[in-house]
């Protein structure tokens, strides 16, 4: 999955929390504290493949490094 892919789940993770607070639904702690867990796995993965996206640009543009 892209790092493009996950920001777009990312986003829709938010839009379910900030509905789920219009609704009421932010009281209910285990479906709160399943969803924040996600969003966190989600960010973390996203962290994760825009670095690795970022890496493999600049080995395409620069090639291997030679020290």
Do not use: F, W
């Amino acid at each position: 999955m892209s790092a493009t892919e996950i920001q777009t789940h990312l986003q829709e993770l938010q839009l379910e929390r900030a509905l789920a607070a219009i609704e009421g639904l932010d009281r209910d702690a285990v479906y709160m504290a399943d969803l924040e867990d996600e969003i966190a796995a989600v960010k973390g993965a996203y962290v994760g493949a825009a670095v690795t996206e970022i890496a493999l640009l600049r080995a395409d543009l620069s090639g291997p490094l030679a020290g």
